[in-house]
């Protein structure tokens, strides 16, 4: 459905994207995985037409972005990372206004925009200025422009950045609806953001791609390596000496305390019976576990995993947050 082949952007003398190549099937849903200043953006304001690019090709569907721009936009819908949303206009009528300019012409105008108001659930909302919504509501209609004229394609840009937990698991739970009907390209830079709704991730880094595999499959690469938080309650030395006192466990950082309690992050790779041998270890010298859980990956440790670090050295670390 979306075949990239070699694409490169460059601004100046400054490569926002090098030589970047991926497919996206037919109902795929993809997560493009990326820091600050990976291309993510880039990537995809060249895929929705937004943005040129120096070098490569961009294919939907059979028709070539630079060749046959208006269909291609045609099949797209796309949510940048700030929705371009006019604040003083009413859900209704900026659906509308979306709908003009789209030129759709096949529909029943109201019958479509409600389809579209019931999908991403703004129902309750549609009469209200768009000012006076929550950015968990305003990303919704954002969302709702995108879908306005049915596009078989969906391309989200960061959706969930700035929303609150509930507002990230009713959107999560709109795409993952979405994914069953489309094509869809979503950006983030939280592995478990991704994994909660895509089939594939790509990860790139400085405009670079850096790996392509089912989020599972990523996880299992990591999966040796889970750090884990530990929080206990009585002398912090003996607890120190304990948890490095077992082979599985590395790299022990106690990194906060309150009181008597104190909280240890280390990296684990206990195997099932070495963990029961810690539990008894703790019992044993009288030192309660209050609390254990594993602790996310983060980017730095994915690409720290997935990539020789020596190229990245080189290169000028400015632009990431990581
Ligand atoms: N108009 C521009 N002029 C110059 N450099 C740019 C421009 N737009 C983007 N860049 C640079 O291109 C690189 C990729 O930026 P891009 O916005 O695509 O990253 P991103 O992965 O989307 O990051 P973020 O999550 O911060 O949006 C960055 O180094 C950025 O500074």
Redesign the pocket.
């Known amino acids: 459905m979306i075949t990239i082949s070699n694409l490169t952007k460059k601004?100046g003398d400054?490569y926002?994207l090098d030589n970047i190549s991926f497919n996206v099937k037919k109902g795929e849903v993809l997560g493009f995985l990326?820091p600050?200043?990976?291309?993510?953006?880039?990537?995809m304001n060249i895929i929705t037409g937004y943005i040129s690019y120096t070098d490569g090709s961009v294919n939907i569907d059979g028709y070539d972005i630079l060749e046959n721009p208006i269909e291609v936009k045609k099949k797209i819908g796309y949510l940048p990372?700030i929705p371009p949303l006019y604040l003083d206009m009413v859900v209704w009528d900026y659906l509308e206004f979306v709908y003009e300019l789209k030129k759709i012409k096949t529909e029943d105008e109201k019958s479509h925009i409600q389809q579209v108001i019931d999908m991403v659930k703004i129902d309750n909302v549609k009469n209200r200025k768009i000012a006076n919504l929550s950015k968990g509501y305003r990303q919704r209609v954002g969302l709702a422009g995108a879908l306005i004229g049915d596009p078989e394609i969906l391309i989200l840009d960061?959706p969930t950045v700035g929303l609150d937990p509930k507002q990230i698991i009713e959107i999560r739970n709109v795409i993952k609806e979405l994914g069953k009907e489309k094509t869809v390209i979503l950006?983030s830079?939280i592995l478990s953001e991704i994994s909660a709704v895509c089939d594939r991730v790509i990860i790139i880094n400085k405009?670079k791609f850096v790996a392509e595999d089912t989020p599972k499959n990523l996880s299992d690469k990591l999966g040796d390596n889970k750090k884990m938080l530990f929080r206990i309650s009585g002398d912090r030395k003996k607890a120190e000496n304990i948890l490095n006192s077992f082979d599985g466990i590395s790299n022990v950082t106690c990194v906060s305390s309150e009181n008597d309690s104190y909280d240890f992050e280390f990296d684990n790779a206990m195997a099932a019976e070495e963990k029961k041998k810690m539990f008894f270890a703790f019992a044993e010298n009288e030192i309660p576990i209050l609390m254990q859980k594993e602790i996310e990956p983060s980017l730095e440790d994915i690409f720290l995993k997935l990539t020789d670090n020596t190229s990245e050295k080189e290169e000028n670390t400015n632009?990431s947050d990581i």
């Open positions: 601004y400054k926002a990326g600050n200043g990976a291309g993510k953006s880039t990537t990372e960061e950006s830079h405009g632009e």
